[in-house]
């Protein structure tokens, strides 16, 4: 539930929600739409308790009971790693309510509204904003900090599946967030907590390969959307291979990963 600028403006839903969320008032907010899912802001019990509403609905290419079997396994799926997450200590958007067999087809999932803004949103806002040693000191603390998450991610057997910096977020004190709108700010980047966001593909493994593909997958991601912050990944890797016992060894696996990519990338 990606809570910034970078996602679709508000709008009406494209597609009719399944009950309750036809009555809700006022109506969620579509917030951005995927090839399985769509995610809307909405409320939880209270009018004042926001929530992030993932809906996959029914697919008429498919044969209703296969569709039916892949909402299930999907949103289950996904549940169970947010739920493990948390469990866990892992910084992730709790688990509200969940619903695989929603009138009328496809399911849905309610989770913790996540206040704060993108990775990606913020390193492309403090493109050459900053003078060099503000600057360069911001990047460190943010990759070591995202070198952590990660690290505690795959320490608890949970890879994510689509690490990239729209699936990053900065989140500021919660208290603070409510009490001051202006708590996500550029000025409180440097103190916000980063929070994984999007388990739409993630998978519990305690395989180095998939947790090293992981890792792959995030490094490219820096060098196609943010180059001017990818000679700083090394700050990424250094956080991750201190971060738990394996850490080091995954980064071994690492290396094997992009030799391989690299052949790929060389024969097309």
Known sequence: MSMASDLLPSVSSPIPLPAPFTSTVPPPTLVTQGAEALVYRTTFLLSSWPCALKYRPPKPYRHPVLDAR????????????????????????????????????GGWMLMEWIE????????LERKGRMDEEEGAKFIR???????????????????????????????????????????????DDG?????????????????????????????????????EAEVDFKEVLKAYGESYKGGKSVLKRL????????KRSMLG
Not at 79 to 86: F, I, Q, S
Not at 116 to 123: I, M, N, Y
Not at 213 to 223: Q, W
């Open 255 to 262: 290396e094997e990963v992009r030799m391989r990519g690299r």
């Open 70 to 105: 892949l909402t299930r396994h999907r949103i289950l799926s996904e549940a169970r790693v947010l739920v493990k997450c948390r469990r866990e200590g892992v910084a992730v958007p709790g688990v509200l309510a969940v619903e695989w067999e929603a009138a009328g087809g």
């Open 191 to 227: 103190d916000a907590e980063i929070v994984l966001i999007d388990f739409g593909l993630a998978a519990q493994s305690l395989q180095e390969e998939d947790k090293g593909v992981d890792l792959y997958v995030l490094e490219r991601a820096f060098g196609s959307t943010h180059p």
């Open 116 to 123: 704060g803004r993108t990775v990606k949103e913020v390193l």
């Open 141 to 187: 603390e943010l990759m070591g900090k995202i070198g952590r998450v990660v690290g505690r991610l795959h320490e608890v057997g949970v890879v994510h599946g689509d690490l990239t910096t729209s699936n990053l977020m900065l989140r500021s004190d919660g208290k603070k967030a409510m009490e001051d709108e202006a708590a996500n700010s550029a000025a």
